[in-house]
């Protein structure tokens, strides 16, 4: 909407835009209504500059429209997300319930089908399998999927599981500073901020080698979607 206003204000006034796309702007809306796409390469078609989150963003925009420019422009985060005092870290942990020595793996962000969070179980059951000392799984966040997917690792012996719901904003660098590892397995991304967020507070994070996860985390630490990905 704000893109399609940016041009009409240029074709009236002959005023030059230019506009940020993020991950559903391309990888998602467009394709889904015809009318969409439609409007989005005439947004493109029309800009002075069209800037993108990630440079997996810029380049899945080629199936839209091409040989028009195109620029990256990373998001940053807050600088609220750092890693805090090992003191303090340790007095979150107890305020959060977890014991001396357990590590926390965590997923943090809109439980949708997107997220891919369908995967998460088994993933957390795999680590848990695959490690010997204690560990706590946190779902931080809320979406549609929630109800489908809790009552089954809630009722899962084999892992602690903590659902979390939607946190104030606040507190998230808080939390952050809890988890040891967060687990990202999205199936579509364009930037994922929240990867900067848990590595600002001293995570660690792996995820799906999608989008601009890589540009995040590192090409070393995504897996690929197939079907050993789990």
Same mark, same amino acid.
């Given at each position: 909407?704000?893109? #399609?206003?940016?041009?009409?204000?240029?074709?009236?006034? @002959?005023? /030059?835009?230019?506009?940020?796309?993020? &991950?559903? +702007?391309?990888?998602?809306?467009?394709?889904?209504?015809?009318?969409?796409?439609?409007?989005?390469?005439?947004?493109?078609?029309?800009?002075?500059? $069209?800037?993108?989150?990630?440079? @997996? =963003?810029? !380049? @899945?925009?080629?199936?839209?429209?091409?040989?028009? %420019?195109?620029?990256?422009?990373?998001? &940053?985060?807050?600088?609220?997300?750092?890693?805090?005092?090992? *003191?303090?870290?340790?007095?979150? %942990? $107890?305020?959060?319930?977890?014991?001396?020595?357990?590590?926390?793996? @965590?997923?943090?962000?809109?439980?949708?089908?997107?997220?891919?969070?369908?995967?998460?179980?088994?993933?957390?059951?795999?680590?848990?399998?695959?490690?010997?000392? /204690?560990?706590?799984?946190?779902?931080? &966040? !809320?979406?549609?999927?929630? &109800?489908?997917?809790?009552?089954?690792?809630?009722? +899962?012996? !084999?892992?602690?599981?903590?659902?979390?719901?939607? #946190?104030?904003? *606040?507190?998230?660098?808080?939390?952050? $500073?809890?988890?040891?590892?967060?687990?990202?397995?999205?199936?579509?991304?364009? #930037? /994922?901020?929240?990867?900067?967020?848990?590595? %600002?507070?001293?995570?660690?994070?792996?995820?799906? +080698?999608?989008?601009?996860?890589?540009?995040?985390?590192?090409?070393? $630490?995504?897996?690929? =979607? !197939?079907?050993?990905?789990?």
């Amino acid at each position: 909407t704000g893109g #399609l206003f940016a041009l009409e204000i240029s074709r009236r006034f @002959a005023i /030059p835009y230019s506009v940020t796309w993020h &991950g559903s +702007d391309i990888h998602t809306h467009p394709w889904r209504n015809s009318l969409i796409l439609e409007h989005t390469r005439d947004v493109m078609a029309g800009t002075s500059c $069209n800037c993108f989150v990630s440079s @997996a =963003l810029r !380049d @899945a925009s080629e199936k839209i429209l091409q040989g028009i %420019r195109k620029e990256i422009l990373y998001n &940053g985060v807050s600088e609220s997300f750092r890693t805090f005092p090992e *003191e303090e870290r340790l007095a979150l %942990r $107890n305020c959060y319930g977890v014991k001396p020595g357990t590590k926390v793996v @965590a997923f943090v962000g809109s439980i949708v089908q997107v997220k891919n969070v369908l995967s998460i179980h088994p993933i957390f059951s795999t680590i848990q399998s695959l490690y010997s000392g /204690p560990l706590q799984f946190w779902m931080v &966040g !809320d979406g549609k999927l929630r &109800g489908e997917i809790e009552p089954a690792m809630k009722n +899962d012996p !084999d892992i602690d599981v903590r659902f979390w719901g939607n #946190l104030p904003a *606040e507190e998230m660098p808080s939390v952050m $500073n809890c988890i040891d590892l967060m687990v990202l397995p999205s199936l579509n991304e364009g #930037l /994922p901020l929240v990867c900067a967020e848990a590595i %600002r507070c001293g995570a660690n994070v792996i995820g799906s +080698d999608v989008g601009g996860i890589s540009e995040v985390i590192g090409s070393e $630490n995504v897996i690929p =979607l !197939d079907k050993n990905f789990v």
